[in-house]
């Protein structure tokens, strides 16, 4: 089976009201991209990839003119995926759902959110003191993540969280002290986050649970300089300090070199510094009974995948359709 995560950039501007495609020569919300080019990208990564399942991170918006699920159902009819059933769960208020598209023959999937004292509903509130000022502060995700329960066609139950942490960027900041005073603030949000997402994770293995947590956690070691401040990244935190941890092999790699070569999973174009700055924001990381399964991890990135440069289409897709590339897992489930 194939599991894939996939940050599709503003995803939701390629569709209208009624969850049909815009497949014209007008601009998408990617930097000179029209939707016809970003939808037709998108068709032939999501083709490629052919997965079980993709989590996507970014999906179409839902409010009260809009709703996911008809358009991702949509664009799988148009490229007649596999993966042609759509499944959600707490709407958010940013236009950048989480959702899971996956083959109704391969898979059963519901929405099916846990909780309890130490982990509230995703669609709730955490109180941490994330200041050390002995106050609670009250933490809530712009992005609830999604929290499934599935079964594969061979009768293998197992768990899937698909998150989108909050970004630590400093947006609409201006001069250097409110860029830091924003940035700190952020990073505190982002890991009272993952602490709560944690939470959550230890809640699932301790029930025994296979569980797979995925997506994009705008975090990893290493990225901005104010990691050290709090002593840990996201990523890290969301890992687990203390058995049963969760692994994926790219945010091991990436913590024992935070110097030097790392794997990549998403490229953003600095117009200031007219360069582009690559970064492992994107994971798959799984509990230990399925990592004892053998599962094989892969970037689709179309300048360190070999198999990806080799096929042009494919490579020039990659480019256009996201600022982010694929992750897959294979696994026998």
């Known amino acids: 089976m194939r599991i894939a995560t996939y940050n599709v950039e503003w995803f939701d501007a390629l569709f209208d009201d009624g969850g049909q495609l815009l497949m014209n020569d007008g601009w998408s919300a990617r930097h000179n991209v029209t939707r016809a080019q970003q939808t037709e990208a998108l068709g032939v990564v999501f083709a490629a990839l052919d997965a079980d399942a993709v989590m996507v991170i970014e999906a179409p918006?839902?409010?009260?003119?809009?709703?996911?699920?008809?358009?991702?159902?949509?664009?799988?009819?148009?490229?007649?995926l596999r993966a042609r059933a759509a499944v959600m769960g707490f709407v958010n208020?940013?236009?950048?759902e989480i959702a899971l598209m996956y083959d109704p023959e391969r898979l059963e999937v519901r929405h099916d959110p846990g909780q309890n004292d130490a982990a509230p509903r995703f669609d709730g509130t955490f109180h941490i003191d994330l200041d050390v000022d002995r106050t609670r502060d009250v933490v809530r995700f712009s992005k609830p993540p999604l929290e499934l329960a599935a079964v594969s066609a061979g009768g293998t139950a197992f768990r899937l969280i698909g998150a989108h942490l909050k970004s630590k960027a400093p947006h609409g900041a201006q001069g250097r002290d409110a860029v830091m005073r924003l940035s700190i603030a952020n990073r505190r949000k982002q890991l009272a986050q993952a602490i709560w997402l944690r939470a959550r994770i230890e809640d699932q293995l301790s029930a025994g649970e296979s569980l797979i947590v995925l997506g994009d956690l705008n975090d990893g070691p290493g990225l901005d300089e104010y990691e050290n401040l709090f002593g840990r990244s996201s990523v890290e935190i969301v890992l687990g300090d203390a058995d049963p941890k969760l692994y994926d092999p790219n945010a091991a790699q990436a913590l024992q070199r935070r110097l030097g070569l790392q794997p990549t999973t998403a490229r953003f174009y600095l117009g200031h510094q007219k360069r582009y700055l690559q970064a492992l924001l994107d994971y798959i990381m799984v509990s230990p009974d399925l990592r004892a399964r053998d599962p094989v991890w892969r970037i689709w990135h179309p300048f360190d995948d070999p198999r990806?440069?080799?096929?042009?289409?494919?490579?020039?897709?990659?480019?256009?359709?996201?600022d982010h590339f694929p992750v897959t897992l294979d696994i026998a489930l």
Do not use: K, N, Y
């Open 61 to 80: 918006d839902t409010h009260r003119r809009r709703s996911t699920i008809p358009a991702l159902e949509s664009f799988a009819r148009a490229f007649d």
């Open 308 to 322: 990806c440069w080799e096929v042009p289409e494919l490579r020039h897709a990659l480019l256009i359709a996201s």
């Open 93 to 96: 208020g940013t236009q950048q």
